[in-house]
């Protein structure tokens, strides 16, 4: 009974320190000063995690060549096998920190400017739909942009609160630097202070010339908190991470490779083929959907190149364990957690001492890229030195 005082002045102490975080917050929140240069928004509405964050640099990229400040959108991660059953909108600044991309370019997360300038500078009754003409020949009345048409362009906009008043359409330029100076033109950010689009305004997958923005993509202090304490529980280094994308849409998704119209760029492969049509290398059926043998044979030759103690198995579908744990005979740990949420797989794959992903993967994209920045070494299946294909590929 005698801790009981000081239990309770602990519990004050949390609840103040927790109070003048939140108020700090708030304040930082509320000391933004409106942007004269302008803003970039948009609904991150294309494919899941892998997919939206090779827009994501993109979009980066565009906002600093049209000089004005990104509001970062939430994450859309889709729960329709788990609750909530709809999709769920996760803030950037869960899982990467927002301050750091500010060493690159000003940006400001979508949910701080609904919430603090918004209200004021782009209130309801002015807010302005921007979309190509092509684009707003789906809509009725041909000229309006289809901002929140289906899923997950109506959720996401409604879930910052967002009704759009009326549409601005352009056509004849693309987000490409070559036409910064129509962007700049056409919609001067006096006239237009927000540009408000349907979608990222880059192209899929990221270019060549922006893979180096993914070194201002930095993991957040609660993230890297957790990625450490499950590598300490369940690996042993040195351990090589594995992404096996095996699942049955991506089993057919890999059957449009057998057409005699697909070349080498089939989604992220520009990672591992090279980003130039005219010299990329061949993109084999084992570099799209490995097989349990190439599988199996990727993993022994880098568990021996790294002398590993451990694998980690990222999966969208069979995680292979058994067969790994029998191909090296309880000599190496094998560990495949599937946790809640894909992002903690990223992390884990992005630590590993060795990464084998999947060249069309654009989830095997960011960890690649993320190693990259680090110097890390990576390899895919098929190809097991990236820019050269395996010698029987070649045959």
Known sequence: MAATPWISKLTLLFCLVQALLFLNSKIHATDLTWDENGYILYCPC??????????FLGSLAFAKMLNRTLAVPPWIVYRHHAPPYTNVH?????YFQLEALSV?????SLETFMETL??????????????????????????SCPMKDGNPFGPFWDNVGVEFDKSVLFGGMSFSPYHQPQWMKKFPPSEHPVLALPG??????????????????????????????????????????????????????????????????FMASPQCVGYSRQTALPLSPAMCLPDLPEIQRAVELWVRKASAQSVYIATDSESHSREMER?????????????DSALMDLYMLGQADHF????????????????DVHSRSSSFFGMDKPGKPNKREEL
């Open 46 to 55: 294309m494919g899941r995690f892998g997919n939206q964050a090779d827009h």
């Open 90 to 94: 996760i803030p950037y600044s869960e």
């Open 118 to 143: 918004a209200p004021t500078h782009w209130p309801p009754g002015q807010r302005a739909a921007y979309c190509f003409e092509s684009a707003a020949q789906r809509s009725v009345d041909k000229k």
């Open 200 to 265: 990222a305004p880059a192209q899929f997958p990221v270019i060549k010339e922006h893979t180096g923005l993914q070194r201002y993509v930095v993991w957040s202090q609660a993230m890297v908190r957790e990625g450490q304490e499950n590598i300490a529980a369940h690996l042993v280094r040195p351990y090589v991470g594995i992404h096996l994308r095996i699942g049955i849409d991506w089993q057919n998704a890999c059957k449009l490779l057998q057409s005699d119209d697909a070349g080498p760029h």
């Open 104 to 108: 690159y370019h000003r940006v400001v």
């Open 356 to 371: 084998i992903g999947n060249c069309v993967s654009s989830f095997s994209a960011f960890v690649k890229r993320e190693r």
């Open 327 to 339: 191909l090296f005979k309880g000599t190496v740990k094998v560990v495949s957690l599937q946790p």
